[in-house]
């Protein structure tokens, strides 16, 4: 089967216009986010289940589905001060709408939500994408109150019963990034009723993000991420820039760091960094709660001459370094099934960019000396070259039913001559062949 050309009418995803209550919601969701990617590659480890635990809703109304859709909007903030108190109230049948839609938003999933007085059980069933036997990750959640904030007190996932101190850990660390932004103030859970009140400050979504960042790591990040915008600041346009030179130019300021400095760490670092950057995202002390730097739009970045290359290259490098290739592999691999059902298409040059840029997170953290020799050889410049593959030829803007017929099944070898093709390619880069 012929490769064919990128699609010539592909454009670069714009970066999301922002308001304060889509702050919130994103906020409130990418929790739940993040619940959803950890389930989707653990489910996969397991065996997924061949049916789902919450069943297709088919007693939603158009008029539901119009609600849950206008929420936000109907919600919004207008006029609020920093540091206001606002409470949403929302029936269990409303809180089941509202996660269907942000589950819907994400990708083939649904979800139920039961309240009790001091207790709630959440049921989501995500679909992967496309595989012939139907398999869905289940997840089943059960908290209770616990003071201001509640705790999840069961967790299963795909039938398998997750252990007690791994939820715990995960509970813990999601509660005190939430704890630390100052976000959320009270959630009560009554009989058919939750009441959420929360403090609405800027740059809740970066506060919470940085609150996953581990303590010791936060110095590093906070660090590039000056060195970052000090660069920046001497543009005097607001035009693209090349990740290819933001890579160079942070690289080689690790390198100048003392000889004592653990060069992985800092490349780690610099990756955080940058995944942060080109997704349009700060990096942020949760712990500072004054802090509230100058808001500033973050320039385009590109490879290949692409802002959604960029962005994949480095959520995958970042994802890699904080679990490991598979988890990096998997994510990118779910988001282009679910842009293909119904999205902008499934592309193999963003699985280029992906898998590009988990090599390249292995080859900078994987040991100290191929760390320090790749700040050594950004001393004296990068070019995307040097790490990404062309991508000419990579068939792109693929839906699913064309995805379906020419890449599953019998002829799935086809998907894997293609990724082949591209790991070919990769390996053909300057940085792969000398480190």
Known sequence: MSTGSPNPCRRS??????????????????????????????????????????????????????????????????????????????????????????????????????????????????????????????????????????????????????????????????????????????????????????????????????????????????????????????????????????????????????ADADPIAENRAIFMVLAAYVNGRTIRDPADATASPKASRPHPVLLRGRQDLSQHFMTSAALAIQGDDTLSGMVGWYKEMSDANGGSGFSFADMAANRAGIRLARLATGNREDARRLQRIARQGLAEDDFMPAIDGLPEGIDQQTFAANFSGTSQADYQRIIAHIDRRIDARRLFREL
């Open 13 to 258: 995803r714009p970066l999301e216009r922002v308001t304060p209550l889509f702050r919130l919601i994103k906020a409130l969701s990418w929790l739940s986010i993040v619940s959803v990617i950890l389930a989707l590659a653990l489910g996969a480890l397991f065996l997924p289940d061949s049916r789902p635990i919450v069943e297709q809703d088919r007693a939603i109304t158009a008029a539901e589905r119009a609600w849950a859709r206008h929420w936000v909007a109907a919600n919004r903030p207008r006029g609020r001060q920093p540091g206001e108190l606002m409470t949403i109230g929302l029936s269990e049948r409303e809180a089941t709408l509202l996660a269907n839609e942000l589950l819907g938003r994400f990708g083939q999933g649904r979800a139920a939500v039961r309240l009790d007085a001091g207790r709630a059980t959440i049921d989501a069933s995500l679909a992967l994408p496309w595989n012939p036997r139907g398999s869905f990750v289940n997840l089943e959640l059960g908290l209770v109150a616990n003071g201001s904030l509640p705790k999840i007190e069961t967790a299963r996932l795909g039938g398998v019963p997750l252990p007690g101190t791994l939820v715990q850990a995960l509970a813990e660390r999601a509660l005190a990034a939430v704890v630390n932004s100052q976000l959320l103030q009270q959630v009560d859970l009554e009989d058919d009723r939750m009441r959420i009140v929360y403090e609405w400050r800027p740059h809740l979504l970066e506060r919470i993000g940085s609150g996953f960042v581990a303590d010791a790591d936060l110095p590093n990040l906070l660090r590039y991420q000056n060195d970052l915008t000090k660069m920046l600041a001497d543009r005097t346009r607001r035009g693209p820039v090349q990740l290819a030179d933001l890579l160079a130019h942070l690289l080689s300021r690790a390198g100048a760091q003392p």
